[in-house]
């Protein structure tokens, strides 16, 4: 079978982070970009490893027939119109979060997708980390037994040190902090706990940095979830805290608790219950998109369309669905009030 070939478009932060993967990747190569800006194609040859054709017009590249995969790297305010046109053209879709800025807007990228039958991969990588593909088989083992209660949060406080500050601060492309990059977390409890949310009640504030002054939305929101069955979970999200990265998590269970690398369970005879047992992983400790996992993610996704199957993990009905909820808690800080998750049909 034939390589997938991928068309990047948007040649940013995060691009250069998914073309890196790509070289890794078994069974797909990058073969065009489109960007507004110009481009050394020489360069891009060298880093892609072979020829890559180089567009300034997105219809354009939509055009080329010999490309399989459209990895959509462009801001936030731009990914609805791009994916859909994408899917509309046949291509196969890498969209990195979020989806769109809205929920209506994110249910027509979902029709389109299901309309043309094409697949879809959202870059909701911390689910391939080590850190939670650990916790993950934590829970998944039963060391912390029935888990009652799980808290992801996400600090990283996103100022004028980071490129992305100049469009993120904008209300029509950042959208809010869950939307700008706390969504990782919401995700990652949500994979976590493994259980449709009924009800989430959301309160949101900001810092009085005036380094984040510019920002045209609350920048530090929490979340409380209820699951179906009556279980209880917590996002923070704080994209304007001086601090170094920390992305925590912390369940707790009828026979033990997970907290970041630390375990303690009763499952496991002979264990200090004064102390906790630390568990050797690596830990999402930078917000640097070079240092998250695409590859295996990426790798993931081009298997499984070489395949015609579904994208384990991140495909894009879980990502769908991590969006409900997140919609769902931004509109319970803007109305003061608790929504459920019938409300977003």
Not at 100 to 115: D, M, N, T, Y
Not at 118 to 132: D, G, H, I, K
Not at 294 to 303: G, M, R, S
Request: charged share 25%.
């Amino acid at each position: 079978m034939d390589d997938l070939k991928i068309g990047i478009v948007g040649m940013g932060w995060a691009a250069g982070a998914h073309l890196e993967a790509y070289r890794a990747v078994k069974g797909a190569k990058v073969a065009a970009v489109c960007s507004r800006r110009p481009q050394d194609r020489a360069e891009l040859e060298r880093r892609c490893g072979g020829p890559v054709a180089v567009y300034t017009d997105y219809a354009r590249m939509l055009e080329d027939r010999s490309l399989d995969v459209i990895d959509i790297c462009t801001p936030p305010s731009l990914h609805v119109e791009q994916a859909i046109a994408a899917a509309r053209a046949g291509k196969h879709l890498v969209l990195e979060k979020p989806i769109g800025l809205s929920w209506p807007e994110v249910q027509r990228v979902h029709q389109a997708i299901q309309q043309e039958r094409v697949r879809s991969c959202v870059c909701f990588e911390v689910r391939f980390s080590a850190q939670f593909t650990l916790a993950k088989s934590v829970v998944q083992q039963g060391l912390l037994g029935e888990v009652h209660y799980g808290e992801v949060d996400y600090y990283h406080g996103l100022g004028p040190w980071y490129a992305q500050f100049a469009w993120n601060v904008s209300k029509d492309s950042g959208g809010s902090s869950l939307l700008s990059a706390g969504c990782h977390a919401l995700d990652a409890l949500l994979w976590l706990m493994d259980e449709p949310v009924e009800e989430v009640t959301s309160y949101s504030t900001r810092s009085k940095s005036q380094v984040f002054a510019p920002y045209e939305y609350d920048t530090t929101s929490t979340t409380i979830l209820r699951f179906r069955s009556g279980r209880l979970g917590k996002v923070t999200s704080s994209i304007d805290c001086l601090q170094p990265y920390y992305f925590h998590c912390h369940l707790v269970g009828s026979e033990g608790s997970l907290m970041d690398d630390r375990l303690h369970s009763q499952k496991l005879p002979g264990m200090d219950p004064k102390n906790w047992s630390r568990l050797a992983m690596q830990m999402v400790d930078s917000g640097d998109v070079k240092d998250h996992p695409y590859l295996p993610q990426l790798q993931a996704f081009v298997d499984a369309t070489r395949a015609d199957q579904e994208m384990p993990l991140t495909s894009f009905e879980s990502a769908f669905e991590t969006h409900r909820v997140l919609f769902a808690a931004d509109r319970s800080a803007a109305e003061r009030r608790p929504v459920r998750l019938a409300e977003l049909r």
